[in-house]
C-alpha cells in the first residue's frame, strides 16, 4: 500500500448551512465511490472553503452524516484572490491505497470544474 492524495471541490449557490453539508456530503460521497475508500484508509483531510462561505464547517457532515469520528479534519479559509472562483470548497484527502496516481479519481463537481479539467473523473 501507498499514500495517496485525492483532491476534490464543488461550487454551492448560497452561503448557507444546508448548501454547504448537501455540497460537502455530494462531494465527499463521489471521492469514497470513485476511489473505493472507507474511514479505515484514509489518514487525514482537510477542507478549505472561499471567505464568502462561513455558515459551517465541511467537516461536520463528514462526522455527521458519514459517521467517520476516528479522522483528523482540518478546516481553512482559502487565501482570496481576485477573481477566484467563489462559494467553492474543496478537499485534500491523504488515504493508504493500492492505486497509482495515474489511477486516483479526482472530484470535481459544478463550477469547480473550471479549475482542473485535466484532473476531472469522467
Known amino acids: 500500500m501507498r499514500i495517496i492524495g ?13 448548501a454547504i453539508d448537501a455540497a460537502s456530503y455530494e462531494m465527499m460521497k463521489k471521492i469514497i465511490e470513485l476511489n473505493s475508500i472507507v474511514e479505515d484508509d484514509v ?16 467537516s461536520a457532515i463528514v462526522r455527521e452524516k458519514l459517521n467517520w469520528k476516528n479522522t483528523p479534519i482540518l478546516n481553512f ?7 477566484s472562483l467563489e462559494k467553492c470548497i474543496r478537499v485534500l484527502i491523504y488515504a493508504y491505497s493500492d492505486k497509482a496516481k ?11 470544474e473550471k479549475l482542473r479539467p485535466d484532473l476531472c473523473f469522467k
Open 77 to 83: 479559509e482559502e487565501k482570496d484572490i481576485i477573481h
Open 43 to 58: 489518514i487525514s483531510i482537510t477542507f478549505t472553503m472561499t471567505k464568502d462561505l462561513n455558515q459551517r464547517y465541511p
Open 102 to 112: 495515474k489511477d486516483v479519481a479526482h472530484v470535481y463537481l459544478k463550477e469547480a
Open 6 to 18: 485525492i483532491r476534490g471541490a464543488i461550487t454551492v449557490n448560497e452561503n448557507s448551512t444546508v
